[in-house]
Structure formats: structure tokens, C-alpha cells
């Protein structure tokens, strides 16, 4: 009777000393859950230098400072974003390789490129990162400094003006169809490779008008390079306080965001993309991070849940869609 006592107490005390392990145990294997246990890399949908890659290397900085792990930025340009994208899927689904990109690799690219992958079906936005709208533009030596002036001005010169795309097909390409429709005017569209080369062109004279972001368009608005007209945003951007919105004006239809987000592997174990969620979410709350978005013309992104921003690029995808349909636009 004693020995059976005896045993039974070992076992308790085995019971008991395991229990603690574990529990002293499961912290450690949660914090490896929550952020990798070797560096991380932030593949880049576009080039070195680019917005995309400002802003990721900007919440770089801030992950690898809250983690103490190394996060390396590798810009993959090219294909639309699809050599990014790849570089993504090809990658293991533990939260080692993350991409940084717009919300365009999968509301605009497949109206413009023809794709052999599904883009919506490949990466799944975890996080907004930085926002900002679109901003016409205008050569200074175009007498219009307003945007009803710029309508008039238009209207006046038919068939003499265009606007600028930073790449025909995408937002920039569609904000000035609309506004062709809506106004009832007959601007001529340019395409071009990228921003560079369009606004080049626009303080060139070579073309009178432009869709741009902010962040490529601010330095020369300040600088008196170009003019500014209207914002897309449905409020003012706090970057151009001075310049009006699009619904200001008149036309509520040109409203319009564009967003840079945080994206994984679809198929990534679930709680480990609500730790690297909560991970970007606490980074981008930083005021250091919010100060370098700013300095490069972006705001902060907004705590939006993965489900809403899913939804939000499915009425982007239908309503770019729709507009480049009416011109029977193709992809290439």
C-alpha cells in the first residue's frame, strides 16, 4: 500500500513538474510563432529608389528595431509586379519573406498585362502600410490655375491638349478618362514608362497635363516646377492643404486612394499572420515611421482588417474595369 502511495505521488509530482515546463516553455515557442527565427526579407513590387521601396525600408527599420531581428529589403522591378509576386509564392509560408507593394498589383495590373497567375490568388493584403491619393497637375504655362479654368481652358483648345499617365491602363490612365466624361472634355492621353519620364515631359511642355502621385509630384509643386489643381482623396491631404479635392470641384466620381500594403503568402498559417499583422500595425503607429511617411508624400495607412482591404481592391478592380472597358482598352 505505501509503494502504490509512493508511486502515485511521483507520478503527481512528474504531472506537476511538466506542467510547469510547459508553461514556461510556451512563451518562447509563441515569440518564435510571432516574427521568424532568422532574418527577414521584404521582397519590393518595384524599383530601387521607388515609393514602394521608401516605404519599405522606412517599416523595415521600425520592425527590425521592435523585433531585434534583421529585416533586409530586396527590391524584385519588373513584369507589372509580378516578379515580385513570384518571388513571394516561391518563398516558405513561415513568415520569413514578406512584399511590400500597392494595392495596383491586383486592381489595375491584370487589366493591363495579360498574366499567367492570378494575382488576388497569389499574395493577400495583411496590412495597409501608407496611403495617399492623385494630384493633377499642369505645366505653369498653361493659363489655367484652377481647376474649373483648367476645364474652360480645355474646352476652349479642342483636340490641342493632353494629359499624362505614369503607364496607360493604371489609375492615372483612368482619373483622366473620367474626368473626360464628366466634364464633357477631349483631352488626348500619352502613356508613359513610370513618373519620371511623364513629368519630365509635362515641365517640358510636351504634354500639358498630368495624374501623378504625391509623392513623385510634391518636391515640383513645391518648387513651382508644376501646378497642382486637384487631390483624389476625399478630404484635403494634409501635404497640399491648399489644394482642393476632386468632389470639391465638382466631381465626386474622380475620388480615388491608392495604398501601399504589407502582403503574404495566402496560405500562411493564420496566427502567424495575425502576430506579423500586429507586428506591421504597431510599427506603423510609430511617430518616427508616420515622420518619414510624410517627408515622402505618403500618410499613414489605416488599421483596416485583411477582409476589408480584399474587398476594397475587388471594387477597385471593378471599377478600373469598367472605365477601360468603355475605350476597349487591352492588355498587352
Same mark, same amino acid.
Given at each position: 500500500m505505501q509503494r502504490r502511495h509512493f508511486i502515485q505521488g511521483l507520478l503527481r509530482t512528474s504531472a506537476l513538474v511538466s506542467a510547469a515546463t510547459l508553461a514556461l516553455t510556451a512563451p518562447s515557442a509563441m515569440a518564435q510563432a510571432a516574427w521568424p527565427a532568422k532574418p527577414v526579407r521584404i521582397v519590393v513590387a518595384g524599383p530601387a529608389g521607388g515609393s514602394a521601396d521608401i516605404v519599405a525600408r522606412v517599416l523595415a527599420d521600425v520592425l527590425s528595431k521592435q523585433t531585434g531581428q534583421t529585416v533586409i529589403v530586396e527590391p524584385k522591378p519588373g513584369a507589372g509586379g509580378v516578379l515580385a509576386v513570384n518571388e513571394l509564392s516561391l518563398a516558405p509560408r513561415d513568415g520569413s519573406t514578406l512584399l511590400v507593394g500597392v494595392n495596383s498589383l491586383v486592381s489595375e495590373i491584370p487589366h493591363i498585362v495579360k498574366l499567367k497567375?492570378? *494575382?488576388?490568388?497569389?499574395?493577400?493584403?495583411l496590412a495597409e502600410v501608407a496611403r495617399g491619393g492623385l494630384v493633377m497637375v499642369g505645366n505653369p504655362s498653361v493659363p489655367a490655375k484652377t481647376l474649373p479654368e483648367v476645364i474652360a481652358y480645355v474646352k476652349a483648345n479642342p483636340g490641342k491638349l493632353n494629359f499624362a499617365s505614369y503607364t496607360a491602363g493604371t489609375l492615372s490612365h483612368v482619373m483622366g478618362l473620367q474626368l473626360n466624361k464628366a466634364?464633357?472634355?477631349?483631352?488626348?492621353?500619352v502613356g508613359y514608362k513610370g513618373s519620371t519620364p511623364a513629368l519630365q515631359d509635362l515641365m517640358g511642355g510636351h504634354v500639358q497635363f498630368m495624374f501623378d502621385g504625391l509623392a513623385t509630384s510634391i518636391p515640383l509643386i513645391k518648387a513651382g516646377k508644376i501646378r497642382a489643381f486637384a487631390v483624389s482623396m476625399p478630404k484635403r491631404s494634409p501635404l497640399l492643404p491648399e489644394v482642393p479635392t476632386f468632389a470639391e470641384a465638382g466631381y465626386p466620381q474622380l475620388e480615388a486612394i491608392?495604398? *501601399?500594403g504589407l502582403w503574404v503568402k495566402p496560405d500562411m498559417p493564420a496566427a502567424l499572420q495575425a502576430q506579423i499583422r500586429e507586428?506591421?500595425?504597431k510599427?506603423?503607429?510609430e511617430p518616427a515611421l508616420r515622420e518619414r511617411l510624410a517627408d515622402v508624400g505618403f500618410e499613414p495607412g489605416q488599421a483596416r482588417t485583411p477582409e476589408q482591404l480584399s474587398?476594397?481592391?475587388k471594387a477597385d478592380y471593378d471599377r478600373?474595369?469598367?472605365v477601360?472597358?468603355?475605350i476597349n482598352f487591352k492588355p498587352e
Open positions: 497567375i492570378d *494575382m488576388a490568388a497569389e499574395i493577400k493584403p466634364a464633357g472634355i477631349d483631352m488626348l492621353h491608392g495604398w *501601399m507586428a506591421a500595425l510599427a506603423i503607429a474587398a476594397s481592391l478600373v474595369g469598367a477601360l472597358q468603355s
